[in-house]
């Protein structure tokens, strides 16, 4: 979709809508990955970021460990509203799986321990660029819509045993996405002015 680079970021929004198909390739949504993957920056140049792409069944299997993770942890009586949230998202095309390496910032820590405390925020600011460019490029390419989910710490072994994943990458969201349906209402915001502060 040919939008201004501010037309896009305001058409970005969170989908919940979706649907198991996709206007564009999965070698366009890989290219997507391996833009940000490229381009975003990171502090000290560390890189720490890790993404996965599930796609099909992997996709399916990463939202039934969701779903059957959580059926655990909440009463019966009260998971219909769970398993309907979670059932919007499997009703996707893909998800993807964002990770910052954890052996990257140990090292950084260790090389430059005046910074130590820092690097795992900085690590966090370094993933929120990728979940934000990546939502931003998925939304503009054509009708996809996204969502920022986060139900990790409650899955991250599931997901590190079911695809073999190295153990110092630490899980911090997940992004369903599929073709876009019902767009969400306009969203509400609160003055500027309340949120700046301006020195001339």
């Known amino acids: ?3 201004s680079f501010r037309e896009a970021l305001k058409n970005r929004r ?4 979706i649907e198991n198909r ?3 390739s999965d070698a366009l949504i890989e290219e997507i990955i391996d833009f940000a993957l490229e381009h975003m920056p990171s502090a000290f140049n560390s890189q720490t970021t890790r ?11 990463l939202w039934n460990i ?34 910052e390496d954890q052996n990257i910032v140990k090292d950084l820590q260790g090389r430059f321990p005046t910074y130590a405390d820092n690097f795992p925020v900085w690590a966090q600011h370094a993933s929120a660029m990728h ?17 920022l989910q986060h139900y990790n710490p409650i899955i991250d072994a599931k997901v590190r045993e079911a695809w073999s994943l190295e153990p110092d990458w630490l899980l911090v969201a997940q992004m369903p996405f599929g073709s876009a349906g ?19």
């Open 131 to 147: 979940q934000f460019a990546i939502w931003t490029m998925l939304e503009d390419e054509e009708g996809l819509g996204a969502s």
């Open 66 to 99: 969701v779903m059957e993770t959580l059926r655990e942890m909440i009463p019966a009586d009260k998971f219909a509203a769970t398993e309907k949230k979670v059932g919007s998202f499997a009703a996707g095309y893909g998800t993807i799986l964002f990770f």
């Open 51 to 61: 993404l996965v792409l599930l796609l099909g069944e992997h996709h399916k299997k």
């Open 1 to 3: 979709m040919d939008r």
């Open 182 to 200: 019902k767009r969400p209402d306009p969203k509400e915001t609160q003055p500027v002015d309340a949120r700046k502060k301006v020195f001339k």
């Open 22 to 24: 996709s206007p564009v």
């Open 14 to 17: 969170s989908f919940y809508d």
